[in-house]
Structure formats: C-alpha cells, structure tokens
C-alpha cells in the first residue's frame, strides 16, 4: 500500500468516522471498496467464500482503516476472513486525530509445517512509511511453500486410498461420562464410514443454541480449526434441524454432516442387496428433504421479475418435487420386495420351520454369533454396522428338529423414526420370528444403555412382546466372577461367539423356548458345568468336523431291541 493511497483513505475515514476497507489484487488494483459498519466490523462482499485450496491463496489483500488512534492489535473478524478466505494478507490501518496514516499492524498465513504451530504471524509497523516489503516476491514466495507442503503430504499418501479428513463436534448438556461415550461412538462411525478424525470438539452447555448449536463465536472457531487441520468435512454429535443444517453451512463451505447423515453414508457403502440399496436411498431423501436449502439467489429459472425471482418454478421447488417423485416410485417397488418377503415367509411356514432373529447394538457380535452357531462365514468385521442386509441360515437342532436363523442389522441409539421405517422391509422378519436373541456386548461399560436403546427400537416396531432371549456376548475379554454376577443381574445368558464358550446353554434356552418340554439340562453340545466354567483359563479349540457331524447332521440312533422269549 502506497503512502499516498494510505493518505487517501485515512482522510476518508476521518470524514466518515466509519471503517474503510480496500480489496487489492496483486497487480494493485483495488478490486472492492467496503464502507463497515459504526461498531468497527467490515462486512467483505461475496468473493467466493470456497478455499482457495491447500496450495493457492485467494490471489487478493485486505487493507483497512479503522478510526479512533492508533491500532493495539488487529480486529478478530480481518484474521477469521485472513484463514477462511486465504488471502494474501490483511492490514489495519490507524488513523490520528488529524486524519494522517498512524501505527500498522498486519498478517499473514503460515505453512503447516511452521515450527510456532500457528495458523498465522502478526507484524506491526510504526507507520506505513517504514513498510519495506516486495509483497509480490513475498507471497510468490509463500505459495511456493505450501505447494511444497501439498505435493510431499500427496506423496506421502501415494498408493492409499484418499480418506476425507473431519472434525467432530459435540454439545452436550448432560454429564462428561455420557458425553465421553457418546463421542467415542460418533468416532467409530467416522472410522466405519472410511473418515479420518483429525479433530474433536466437546462443549458443554446448559442450552443448545437454537441457530448454530454451540454459538456464533465457538462455531466460528470450530471452522477455523477445521481449515488449519485441513479438514473437509465437519460431523455433529446430534441430530440439525432444517434451519441449523442452514445456518451452519452459511458460514463454511465446508461439508457438514450430522449424526444421521453419517449413518446413512455408512449404509451406502455397505448396500449390496436391491432391497438394501432401495431402503438406503429412500431414507437418505426422507431425510434430506425438508432440508433441501435456498444458498444462492440466482436459482430461478427465469432473472428478474417480482423481487427478482421470476415467475417460473424456483430451481428448489423443481429439486423438491423431483425427490418427492423419487421418493414415492422407492415405497412402490419396496412395496412389492415387502409383498415377495411375505411369501417367502409364508413358504417356510408351511414347512412348519421355526424362525430365530439376532437383534442387538451395532458391532455386539450378531453376526460372529450366526457364525458360531451355524458353521458359516458371514462377513465379521470391528466396525459399526457391518452387516447391512439381512442374512439367514438353517441350524438342525438334535431329534431332527430345524430353524430358521437370521441376522439382521444393527440398532443404535436415537435412531430416527423415518429411518426405521425405511428399513420395516428388512426388519419386518422380527414381526415373524418365533424368538428374538438380543444380544449385547457384555465388556462394553457402557452395554445397560445400549440395551436400552434396543428395547426402544423393538417397541417402534411393535415386537416388543416377542420372545426372546437376552445374550452377553464377548465374556472371554472380562473375568470369570464378573461374567457370573453381570449375568445373573441381568438374566443373560453368557456366550462368546469368537471361543464358542457358553453356545451350548444357549442352544439349550433356545430349545426350551421354542419346543414345550424340552428339558433345559438336556444335552445339544457338551452341557458346561456352572455359569463360572463359562470363561475357562485356557478356553478349548473348537469342536471337530466329525464332532459336529455326529452332534449335529446324524440322527439319534434308536436303543438296541432286547430279545424277548416266546
């Protein structure tokens, strides 16, 4: 900036008794003059509020001039504008009491691999006439840096797989161990959901703000925080409305999700039936819909008109009324997949097969269980909603008796009334199961709320009265007298569906549930002597082929006949 056009503008400024601020491309041409506000703030013009991207700067600089002596520090809103919009610098002016060019005081962003640590550096100037600063040959200079920083980390991540980087956020108005909990949840849905977690933010408070959630100021920070983290996406611990969905996304470009929103993309990736990928799609325009936003306003289909919009259909209203179509052509062709299940079940009816369904919290081992119990190789992995689609095996139990087993996919707490009617086509198998096996994770501290927020789904779907079993699964990781006492207090049958320890009691309760008159202490597998021996020091290896063929695929063979005299 020019002595002389620092001249110019503090004059104005003491005329206007108001804030002045210059947009200077790097030719220095002033792009954009902004008049700000009596309470010192200066509002920019939409330059495209869009990261320039790691490597590049906006291409343009933020001088201004503020009234009432010299400047102590720079205003907060020039260094948030500075990081968001990466500009090349921005400077604060002071103005004398005569209207002449005072202190200077400016800033510039900083390469990630500064060793401050800090998004930024501070200079200060006594006056604009000492500034000796080839600013073409300096900010030239400084891209050359972060293009460096972009072209290594690339490389770095040469041959991996690209992950999107995001910070969590919650806030929370209960108590930190509940609050602790339900963050490390959201972080395992961000590891399911294929995201890398490069920051977390927890604030407590007594009321959610009803516009930004956590605040003006705090969200402000959080997007700062993002952009130095290089994060692309920001993931909220709850549920946003329409309008906070809104008035988040208006102050980043950044990608915001919510807590739904992360599930969905979870089930997405994971659909790999018709019926899935038909249920993830209506769900994901359910919730989506109402929450389809007005961010630009050239979105009529004709300019002008009255007030500008036209009088054509709004380019919203025509993206409304197409996921409304969308949304009725998924509920008739998952109509017709509900009607073929119902045959489908009504097929087995005939055969007169009993049907067993595994419910439980995400990742409590349903489907390592299936596995167990049936000898299968159903997909296992750690991670939040694993399985997706429903899967079913047959299990002969001893006396040439057979069931139905099925797998189904995993509940989670505040699970959101439209998404669980979106999925009634896959969890409608519970309305027909003969018994439910609700199983949870016995080492989770955290399991009594998670059974909890299962019997609440159960209720949604209206099988709450079914019969069913409550199994603790995963006691191999705790100690035999814990196993004991949590189950007794519970009244869970105790298991671990990876050693296989505690199956045959399970298969034992099941039989006596399902078939009146099974003795509950007759033998399915080698009947385990006391709920302690559940969990032994050195847990036996799995049972042979031949064992299990003898136990489980030949008949009783009836006792020998005795001679009898004539």
């Known amino acids: 900036m020019s002595p002389e056009l ?18 200077i491309d790097r030719g220095g041409r002033v792009e954009a003059v902004v008049l700000g506000t009596e309470q010192r703030r200066i509002y920019l013009p939409d330059i495209g509020r869009a990261r320039a991207g790691l490597a590049r700067l ?49 800033a510039q962003l900083l390469p990630r691999s500064d060793p401050s640590g800090e998004r930024y550096r501070l200079h200060e100037e006594p006056s604009v006439h000492g500034l000796r600063l080839d600013f073409q040959e300096f900010v030239r200079a400084l891209e050359d840096e972060l293009t460096r920083e972009t072209v290594d980390a690339r490389e770095a991540r040469s041959g991996a797989v690209r992950q999107d980087r995001a910070v969590l956020v919650g806030v929370y108005d209960t108590v930190r161990g509940e ?10 849905l961000a590891r399911s959901a294929g995201v890398t977690v490069v920051d977390v933010v927890m604030q407590f408070r007594r009321l959610v703000d009803p516009r930004t959630v956590l605040g003006r100021g705090k969200l402000e920070e959080v997007v700062l925080g993002a952009l130095q983290h290089g994060a692309d996406i920001i993931v909220f611990d709850r549920d946003l409305s329409p309008s906070q969905l809104n008035a988040i ?28 990928k038909l249920q993830v799609e209506l769900a994901q325009l359910k919730y989506s819909l109402p929450r389809l936003a007005q961010r630009q306003t050239g979105m009529s289909r004709l300019t002008g008109g009255i007030g500008g919009r036209g009088p054509g259909e709004t380019r919203l209203e025509i993206d409304r009324r197409r996921a409304k179509d969308r949304v009725n052509r998924l509920e008739k062709q998952l109509e017709k997949v509900a009607s073929q299940r119902t045959l489908r079940r009504s097929a087995r009816r005939k055969e007169g097969l009993p049907v067993i369904s595994i419910v439980g919290y995400t990742n409590a081992g349903k489907s390592t269980l299936l596995n167990a119990l049936t000898q299968s190789d159903v997909f296992v992995a750690n991670q939040l909603f694993a399985t997706l689609d429903p899967v079913s095996r047959r299990l002969r139990f001893p006396h040439e008796r057979e069931v139905i087993i099925t797998d189904t996919v995993g509940f989670i707490r505040d699970l959101p009334a439209d998404l669980v009617n979106a999925f009634k086509a896959t969890l409608e198998e519970l ?40 199994v603790m699964n995963k006691v191999d990781q705790l100690e035999a007298d814990v196993v004991t006492r949590q189950a007794a207090a519970l009244g869970a049958v105790p298991v671990s569906a990876l050693t296989r320890d505690g199956i045959p009691a399970l298969l034992n309760a099941a039989a006596a549930r399902l078939w009146t008159g099974q003795r509950t202490d007759e033998p399915v597998w080698e009947q385990v002597a006391s709920p302690a021996a559940v969990v032994p020091a050195q847990p036996p290896g799995p049972p042979s082929h031949d064992e299990l063929r003898r136990t489980w695929l030949e008949p009783p063979r009836p006792p020998a006949e005795t001679p009898t005299r004539n």
């Open 6 to 23: 620092a001249r110019t503008v503090t004059e104005l400024v003491h005329e206007l008794r108001r804030p002045l601020g210059l947009l």
């Open 58 to 106: 906006r291409g343009v600089r933020l001088v201004a001039a503020f009234p009432g002596g010299p400047i102590a520090q720079l205003p907060r809103d020039l260094l948030t504008d500075l990081q968001k919009l990466q500009l090349d610098a921005v400077a604060a002016l002071g103005v004398d009491p005569a209207g002449l060019p005072g202190t200077l005081a400016w």
């Open 179 to 188: 609050a602790e909990a339900s963050m490390m949840e959201l972080r395992e």
């Open 249 to 276: 996304t208006q102050e980043t470009e950044l990608k915001v999700l919510d807590r739904t929103m992360l599930i969905l993309d979870i089930f997405a990736q994971r659909a790999r039936t018709t019926d899935g």
């Open 431 to 470: 309305s027909e199961a003969d018994l439910l096996l609700h199983v949870f994770d016995g080492a989770d501290p955290d399991h009594d709320r998670h059974i909890k927020a299962v019997e609440r789904v159960l209720e949604q779907l209206g099988v709450q009265e079914r019969p069913r079993i409550l």
